[in-house]
């Protein structure tokens, strides 16, 4: 059986670090609250001429690097954002570009918050298809851009970075993406949205005005949503394959807030040396936050080849999936 193999793996946040200290003169907030009810402390935010591309781009050089990869060995390059440089076209197209990528294809993926795990999903069902042997999968988002830096209900959670990977087909092994769990709740679409500047209220016409221009979330619509579905997610994706959550090294979950993250791992009954956490550091990244902690996780140490990942992602859709992986 061919199995898709990650190869390799890179990242890029953007230097800038915004700090909860930095927030509090914004908007009326402190670092305690953050801190107790999110566990996060900071995020970077992008400066102008950085954007999903630009950190796409460099998140994939690295994993081509890591990998040992020439870039004209790629057969696909899939993209998984909310938030692309524009409407259209795909940013994916931009990163092929960029780095020389000239045998592939190249999509775009809006999944939010789970756009790695679909995206993963995808290139690997198109791996073991025999379709493709090489494909570049970033998880990106920016939302920097679109929040609203009044409300403080939102802009002190979210912050931008990107993650990528390099799966490759090999055979006769046992690592490589194991399972995946792809779910969808679409009548909940209004708890996380950005109204204004698509097709239903165009830039180019009059509604838009009244509609709103930023992010909007119904937090504690989002956080019991999350708490009661994730769990249940990984848990779908472990009876699958006919394995327990002891079998898991390591739990990647999507770094939304520390008490979603710690009632995840609590579900699962996993202790806390198996739960990887960096959400202090980067907030909510949206489609950078599975594949940057990735990273940070081979980066420590905590996630070596031959061991079990599960990841698991939830966000604007509401969409949400987990994934298991044999590293
Ligand atoms: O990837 C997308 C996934 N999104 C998420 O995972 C977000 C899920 N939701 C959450 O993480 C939490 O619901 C939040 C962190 C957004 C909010 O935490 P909470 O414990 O549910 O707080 P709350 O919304 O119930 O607000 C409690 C209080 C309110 O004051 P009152 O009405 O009790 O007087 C808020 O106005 O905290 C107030 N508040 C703040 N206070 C200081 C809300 N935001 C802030 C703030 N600083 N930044």
Redesign the pocket.
């Known amino acids: 059986m061919t199995r898709a193999v990650v190869a390799g793996i890179g990242h890029a946040v953007p230097p800038k670090i915004v700090t909860n200290d930095d927030?509090s003169k914004l908007?009326?907030?402190?670092d305690a609250?953050?801190v107790q009810?999110?566990g996060i402390k900071e995020r970077r935010v992008c400066a102008a001429d950085e954007t999903s591309s630009t950190l796409s781009i460099e998140a994939a050089n690295e994993a081509l690097q890591d990998a040992g990869w020439d870039p004209d060995s790629l057969d696909l390059v899939i993209v998984g954002t909310v938030t692309g440089d524009n409407i259209f076209p795909a940013t994916s197209c931009m990163v092929q570009d960029a780095i020389g990528a000239r045998n592939a294809g190249a999509f775009d993926l809006g999944a939010?918050?789970a756009g790695f795990i679909y995206g993963t999903a995808v290139a690997a069902s198109m791996i073991e298809s025999g379709q493709c042997k090489r494909i570049l999968v970033v998880g990106v988002d920016v939302l920097s851009k679109y929040v609203d830096w009044t409300d403080?209900?939102?802009?002190?959670?979210f912050g931008d970075g990107a993650g990528a990977v390099v799966l490759e087909g090999r055979e006769g092994t046992d690592r490589g993406v194991l399972e995946t769990v792809l779910l969808s709740d679409g009548s909940g679409a209004r708890h996380?949205i950005l109204e204004a500047g698509g097709s239903r209220y165009p830039i180019t016409g009059e509604e838009w005005k009244s509609k709103n221009r930023h992010l909007y979330?119904a937090?504690?619509e989002?956080?019991r949503f999350?708490v009661n579905n994730m769990g249940d997610a990984c848990l779908r994706a472990l009876a699958e394959i006919g394995m327990t959550s002891d079998e898991i090294d390591l739990f990647v979950p999507?770094q939304?807030?520390l008490?979603?993250i710690d009632s995840a791992a609590d579900k699962l009954g996993l202790p806390p040396e198996k739960v990887f956490k960096n959400v202090e550091k980067y907030g909510?990244t949206?489609g950078g936050?599975i594949p940057l902690a990735l990273y940070e996780a081979v980066k420590d140490g905590r996630l070596r080849e031959g061991m079990v990942v599960m990841t698991v992602?939830?966000?604007?859709g509401l969409v949400w999936g987990a994934n298991i992986i044999r590293w």
């Open positions: 927030l908007v009326d907030t402190n609250w953050i009810r999110t939010a918050c403080r209900s939102t802009c002190v959670l996380i979330m937090g504690a989002v956080y999350a999507h939304a807030n008490r979603i909510n949206s936050s992602g939830f966000g604007a």
